[in-house]
């Protein structure tokens, strides 16, 4: 009777690992083949966003990001993409970057650092695309009604205290011809 339970225990430990090799394998090459893609999938950043009207010239009003959950967002360097949330508030379009105060920053999220650094970037929303410079906002009065915004969009609570605290960060997304190139406000 014991042989019987080993010999199953074998086959059930032999099927798990087939199971969690395969499951590896395929999230390895789906995660690979993203960055190659136009654009971030559900699950993986993506590669360069290449499809898509650029537009430019005057400022669009952007008050209908009001009724857009995410839009795609592209660093120039480097040249990957990802898909994020957005609210805009007086005229002007922010992100936000949650949980950068713990382990998952340090070990996935890369990108807010990368922008701070680099702040040029292309969005993506509704198949049009812009040249951005992402300015990450610190303090000020500002912070207040930006946290409102997102608090009141989605379906979370953020708070200025999260942003003194560096476990939030924010971003203006700022035309291109803006004199910044990333920084601080």
């Known amino acids: 009777m014991s042989r019987i339970s080993s010999t199953f225990m074998q086959k059930l430990l032999f099927v798990c690992a087939t199971l969690v090799l395969l499951s590896v394998s395929l999230l390895g090459s789906l995660a690979i083949k993203a960055q190659f893609s136009d654009g971030?999938?559900?699950?993986?950043?993506?590669?360069?966003?290449?499809?898509?009207?650029?537009?430019?010239?005057?400022?669009?009003?952007?008050?209908?990001?009001?009724?857009?959950?995410?839009?795609?967002?592209?660093?120039?360097?480097?040249?990957?993409?990802r898909t994020l949330w957005v609210v805009e508030h007086d005229g002007k379009l922010y992100l936000n970057s949650n949980y950068m105060g713990g382990l998952r920053q340090r070990l996935w999220k890369r990108w807010p650092e990368q922008a701070e650094r680099d702040g040029r970037a292309i969005m993506r929303i509704e198949g049009k695309r812009y040249q951005r410079n992402l300015v990450r906002i610190k303090t000020g009065p500002i912070v207040e009604h930006i946290t409102q915004a997102f608090t009141e969009k989605y379906p979370v609570e953020m708070t200025a205290a999260e942003v003194e605290a560096e476990e939030l960060w924010l971003?203006?997304?700022?035309?291109?011809?803006?004199?910044?190139?990333?920084?601080?406000?």
């Open 40 to 81: 971030p999938s559900v699950l993986f950043s993506g590669g360069p966003l290449i499809a898509g009207e650029m537009v430019i010239g005057q400022e669009p009003d952007w008050s209908f990001v009001r009724n857009i959950r995410t839009f795609e967002l592209q660093l120039i360097n480097p040249a990957n993409s």
């Open 171 to 185: 971003f203006e997304l700022a035309p291109r011809n803006t004199k910044t190139n990333g920084g601080l406000r």
